[in-house]
């Protein structure tokens, strides 16, 4: 488990992309402008600006909040806990739940910091439930692996 030594969460995410030396500050910076000047998110600004790719923000947020982040497209699909979380409820939340253990199903989500969509997935979940994130673009992959294709 995380603890307070071993991530940033109670730094914001500019500060540990800066740690992390990923963008240069000035390009940093000015992203962080155009995210509080547009009311985004500083990932989704450093995304299109292409300063940082999905996986690195993806370790970045996972770090941020003190949760491990996963390789989704590596991993196989346990169809037993994939079944424990609704299509719907997976993607309206952008995750996917891929493993059972003893003690807690692991989900996987691109957004960490959804705190309602986190909760809704708990409330359906029987057990506990562990988070951890991994990239929009690899739970898309495993959504449509375990359910098709989103309809359009």
Known sequence: MATAENHDGDLPLGEVIARA??????ELYAALATARATGRRLGDVLLEQG???ERDLARMVAGQEGLEFVDLGKLDLDQSAVDLLS?????RH????????AA?????????????????IVAEIPGGVRFVVATAAEIDAALAEAFGEAPA
């Open 94 to 101: 952008r995750a996917i739940s891929f493993r059972s253990a």
């Open 21 to 26: 030396g990923l963008v240069a500050p000035n």
């Open 87 to 91: 299509e719907r409820s997976s993607r």
């Open 104 to 120: 807690a199903t692991f989900v996987a989500v691109a957004d960490p910091t959804d705190s309602e969509g986190l909760d809704a």
């Open 51 to 53: 300063l940082l790719g």
